[in-house]
């Protein structure tokens, strides 16, 4: 298992929050995803045997959202 | 016909121009809804025999959104 940090710029209501959670929930391989609206972070739990930080980036950017960076936990 | 202009705060994206078109949209006699997403405003046009300012005002509260004020066009 695998856990990452996004710092995710644009989201800015609960309908971002949902549109970010859905899709990266979406993903193969992913248990679980957090928004923190506040700060503009996004933290997933994942089987990296399944899914890329690639993939939820992409998930992400699909979205329109901008990823400006990620930190492994 | 009739035509209101309401200041609406707490629209923030596109997600929230949605929520608002779509709500306001769906009430009877209501022929057209616009959102000026920049500036917090809602122009609706619509048969002031089907629906009432009152009508489109909870629908937007409904979704969320405070109603500052109305002005009829």
Redesign the interface.
């Known amino acids: 298992m695998a856990s990452q940090t996004l710092d995710v710029r ?1 989201m ?5 929050v949902n ?1 970010v959670e859905t899709s990266v929930g979406a993903l193969g391989g992913v248990e679980q995803v957090n928004v923190d609206l506040e700060n503009g972070k996004v933290n997933v739990d994942y089987d990296d045997s399944k899914a890329t930080v690639q993939d939820i980036r992409d998930a992400i950017e699909d979205q ?1 959202y901008e990823v400006l960076s990620q930190q492994d936990q």
Chains 1, 2 share one sequence.
Do not use: I
């Not at 800015?12 to 971002?16: F, M, Q, R, S």
């Open positions: 644009g800015t209501c609960e309908h971002c549109a329109g």
